[in-house]
Every structure is written in structure tokens, then in C-alpha cells.
């Protein structure tokens, strides 16, 4: 649980941080919120539309369990964390260098949110 909190933060301040985060939206594409969930991802979560029109306790839940769902799929943190950026590209590895239009590669992003989540990588 300890490890899941620990992610979740460092992929919020990675996403977004600081003030109003919860209610951040992108510039470039429909993702929203503090863990800037596209809307397809989103997917309605506990009935709000979309992430920004969620309260704070529900994104943070949305990400929670986002990542113990990714963690069940994979048994890797890694792989849960880069489910977030890019689910296509979170169980093969041999991809997470090429680059994500728009984003940092898989690879740098998850390396960014394991040092803000101060976890060994």
C-alpha cells in the first residue's frame, strides 16, 4: 500500500503538480486532472465525465486503482507505471525508448516517477 502511495504522488508530480492540478487541463489533447487522464481513459469513473469534473478523492482513487490493476497484469511497478503514459507499450520493454509523440519516452517516464517516488529503478 505504502508503495502505491508513494507512485501515485510521484506520478501526479510528474503529470502535473503543484497548485490546482486537480483541475489542470492539457493544452494539446482532451487529458485533464492531476494524473491527466484522457477522456477514453477516464472512462466515466464513479460517474463523473471527465477527471476535472471528478473531486480530488476521486481521481486519486481512479489512480490507485489504476495502478493496483496494472500491478496485477504485470507483477512489475515498472510496467504498472508505464500503463499510465502508454498501456500499448507497458509490457514490452523493448519499446519504452522509442519516442511518444508529445510525451517523454516510456523509459524516462517511468525512470522520473520512481526518483520522485524516491524508489529505486
Not at 496485477?72 to 522509442?98: F, K, Q
Amino acid at each position: 500500500r505504502v508503495i502505491i502511495s508513494r507512485l501515485a504522488n510521484a506520478i501526479l508530480s510528474q503529470e502535473t503538480g503543484g497548485v490546482n492540478a486537480y483541475y489542470r487541463k492539457s493544452y494539446s489533447s482532451s487529458a485533464c486532472g492531476a494524473f491527466q487522464y484522457m477522456s477514453t481513459s477516464w472512462d466515466n469513473f464513479m460517474g463523473y465525465k471527465s477527471a476535472c469534473d471528478a473531486p480530488e478523492w476521486v481521481q486519486d482513487q481512479r489512480m490507485i486503482d489504476e495502478l493496483k490493476s496494472s500491478y496485477a497484469t504485470y507483477h512489475d511497478w515498472r510496467m504498472a507505471v508505464a500503463a499510465h503514459l502508454s498501456p500499448s507499450r507497458a509490457g514490452n520493454m523493448a519499446t519504452w525508448n522509442r519516442p511518444v509523440p508529445g510525451n517523454p519516452t516510456v523509459n524516462q517516464y517511468v525512470r522520473a516517477v520512481f526518483k520522485k517516488a524516491n524508489i529505486a529503478y
